[in-house]
């Protein structure tokens, strides 16, 4: 009875017959496993043909009854008829249609599903924060093998804007730091590592919510890249005009070396590798920040206790964070 849990038993479904409950998988292993058993069914109440031929009128029947329940509909979107429109809002909530066979909703070129809800079996709703001026948006239909169905776009136009996308930028990344002291290796912190920290600031002139930021891994390719934290789950909550927050690799490592006086959100999973790595800060489960940094930009900060800070962090090309000349060492050893 209820439409969002409804599509998703008909989607796992529709999964199962694609995967293995169809007539082309069942009769490769129908003949082999007969040709193991000399045809044999020992009691069984088909035999291995007739298998087959079940397996392909259930399958059939079920994709009826599943187009009975959800008729099917193309993915797209239908907010104000899928025509751009503006609001004077930080957030839109966009509306659309779509069938069983979506697994995730995405923003094009990223690796997150968006949190979609589903209010009727074919109709979803998600909603996004928005820039000041013109939002491109481009929703990516995903099917459960991880398979691109298709996509829509629209633009929405807002005269607000969301402070946490317009004013929340990573400025510093200790991402290989120098070799702990004798007195830290006697506390038990014998790995560089365990001090590396990332540092996000608030850029912007108000108070801005860290509620939905996340720092997120992604695949790229065959590698996980990133850490992982959630600042709903963190310390810190929201950032001041000008502050800053950290979240470190260890925290106790990260205290013993720094004291406890800096504003730590907390501690990530996963680790930055001391060559290159993607980092990528996510807000509402929409993107916001994705650089990665390079080892060889500046000796210092490989190793030599010097970390990377941006140089300009209200600077609105945020593709420009990828580049060395962006960055700069830190003034002071550890960052």
Known sequence: DIPHNLRLYWGHMLDFINRSFNEEYVARWAAHYGALANNQTHGGDENWSSIVSSTRNRSQ??????????PPVEFQITSNDGQDFSVDESHVMLQGKGWVDIRQIRLAGTEQPLDVFWPETDGWQIQLPLALGDNPIALEAIDYQGNLITTDTITVTSSVGDPVSESLRVTEVHFHPAAPTAAE??????????????????????????????????????????????????????????????????????????????????????????????????SDGVLLQQFTYQDNWYSQTDGAGRSLQIVDATHPDLESWNLGSRWRPSSALGG
């Not at 560089?192 to 720092?215: C, H, K, P, R």
């Open 61 to 70: 029947r079920a994709i009826r009854d599943m187009e009975r329940d959800i």
């Open 185 to 282: 290796v006697n506390a038990g912190y014998d790995d560089a590592n365990d001090f590396e920290f990332i540092e996000l600031t608030n850029v912007g002139a108000q108070t801005v919510s860290l509620d939905g930021v996340q720092l997120e891994r992604v695949v790229d390719g065959n590698d996980q890249q990133g850490v992982e934290f959630s600042f709903a789950d963190g310390s810190v909550r929201e950032l001041a005009p000008g502050q800053s927050v950290l979240v470190v690799e260890d925290l106790l490592a990260f205290q013993y070396r720094y004291g406890n006086q800096l504003r730590v959100a907390g501690q990530w999973s996963g680790g930055l590798n001391n060559s290159s790595e993607m980092v990528t800060v996510l």
